[in-house]
């Protein structure tokens, strides 16, 4: 009985290992006729004809991938090497071989697409526009970007980006629009960024703060717009770098203290000013009646206090001038009847004898009670916060100051850009 046992027990052993032979006998054979295979169709293959649209067509690909929500199914025809053809995907002669073609523009403006920006976007070496503004995208900007050398305008506006101010975008050599308003980047602004050739850039509706570096240097902007951050400190004074070029800045609700510095008022091309909701003290310089193309002019919900000055009142441009919600005590000449000159104004919660709508008395006899601001002697320190360096008296102390309510709504902005 042991023995028919042992002889059955070997048996078993025996087809055991004869079946786990033929098993993986088919295994190789099946592997090595897989390898043949593979090994056919790499050589039947053929390269790519065009080795940058190629490239082009990994980085997309990797892109959709990490793409998660896409409700208008932008990206459900980016299948296939031909990327000519994705909606978004604009294709153009390549600059230094008009023969070739390459992906010169993305554009997915308001698409709605929620997602991230992969590493393999580098791979967009010919890119020149892109443009994502009205999305869903989130993370931080791959240090690939510094890849995109060819890039002039990149526009990341309106999404949902976090993390310090991009620094690879100044490493970007030929970007000379920059679009980063409403985001969630947040920091202080490297100095850098107002030695690079841009042309406009927006950086309002994040979360920036420190004070905007008062070396403004070699930049040639026609377009600045930081606001509704929280920057503090003084517009400092080489502002007046931009005299040749600036046409329009806007620094609303920044949280900027101190006096506006005359050098504004050598802005000569400059048509649009607004630094309302701020902590600005002291008088309108005059210097402002030199801006002969001020077309817009708004110093509203600050602390400012003198004269409204008739030069101001007439510039030649100037249709929409609001001062209201300061400390003004007195209209010089034609700054009285401005609807005489057409000029959209806004002169409310003031201290302008015989007009509506003004502080109460109490208010702006407590203000006049106070010695009159000398902006001469409020300055910014090294940190860029507006104080009084003089031995003497405070004129209005940045912590006594209210800080300025927030607009009700975003500015809106209506730059000359796409």
Not at 6 to 14: A, E
Not at 33 to 58: A, C, D, E, G, V
Not at 281 to 294: D, E, F, K, M, R
Request: aromatic residues 10%; contains cysteine; neutral net charge.
């Amino acid at each position: 009985m042991a023995s028919t046992s042992s002889t059955c027990i070997l048996l078993f052993l025996f087809f055991l290992h004869f079946s786990c032979f033929f098993n993986n006998l088919n295994a190789k054979h099946s592997i090595t006729n897989n390898h043949k295979h593979l090994h056919r169709h790499n050589n039947n293959h053929n390269p790519p004809s065009n080795i940058r649209l190629h490239r082009t067509f990994l980085a997309l690909q990797a892109w959709k991938q990490v793409i998660y929500s896409d409700p208008n199914n932008i990206t459900s025809n980016w299948v296939g090497p031909s990327v000519c053809n994705y909606t978004g995907i604009y294709c153009a002669p390549s600059l230094d071989d008009p023969k070739t073609k390459v992906v010169a523009g993305i554009d997915l403006n308001h698409a709605d697409i929620a997602g991230f920006l992969p590493d393999e976007l580098a791979f967009l070496c010919d890119l020149s526009i892109l443009h994502l503004n009205s999305n869903r995208f989130c993370g931080i900007i791959p240090k690939t970007f510094a890849n995109l050398t060819h890039l002039s305008e990149l526009d990341l506006s309106n999404n949902r980006f976090v993390g310090p101010f991009p620094s690879v975008v100044l490493s970007l050599p030929s970007l000379a629009y920059l679009d980063l308003r409403y985001n969630e980047f947040e920091g202080p602004l490297p100095s850098q960024l107002f030695d690079k050739p841009f042309d406009a850039f927006f950086l309002n509706n994040n979360r920036f703060t420190s004070s905007i570096p008062r070396n403004l240097g070699k930049s040639k902007a026609s377009v600045m717009v930081f606001a509704n951050n929280k920057f503090g400190g003084c517009l400092p004074e080489s502002i007046v770098n931009f005299a040749d070029t600036l046409e329009e800045l806007l620094l609303i609700n920044t949280s900027i203290s101190g006096c506006l510095p005359i050098q504004v008022g050598f802005l000569y091309k400059l048509r649009v000013l607004d630094v309302s909701f701020n902590n600005i003290v002291g008088p309108i310089p005059y210097s402002l009646s030199g801006l002969s193309h001020l077309e817009q002019l708004n110093i509203g919900h600050n602390m400012m206090s003198g004269i409204v000055p008739m030069g101001v009142c007439a510039l030649p441009n100037l249709v929409n001038f609001t001062f209201s919600y300061n400390f003004f005590c007195e209209e010089e000449g034609i700054c009285k009847n401005l609807t005489s000159k057409k000029i959209v104004y806004d002169d409310r919660r003031n201290c302008l004898p015989n007009k509506a709508l003004q502080r109460s008395e109490k208010e702006c006899k407590t203000k006049l009670e106070q010695p009159p601001v000398d902006c001469f002697e409020v300055c910014c320190d090294e940190s860029g916060s507006g104080q009084n360096v003089s031995v003497g008296y405070v004129a209005v102390p940045p912590s006594a100051i209210p800080v300025a309510a927030m607009p009700v709504s975003p500015p809106v902005l209506a730059p000359r850009y796409p």
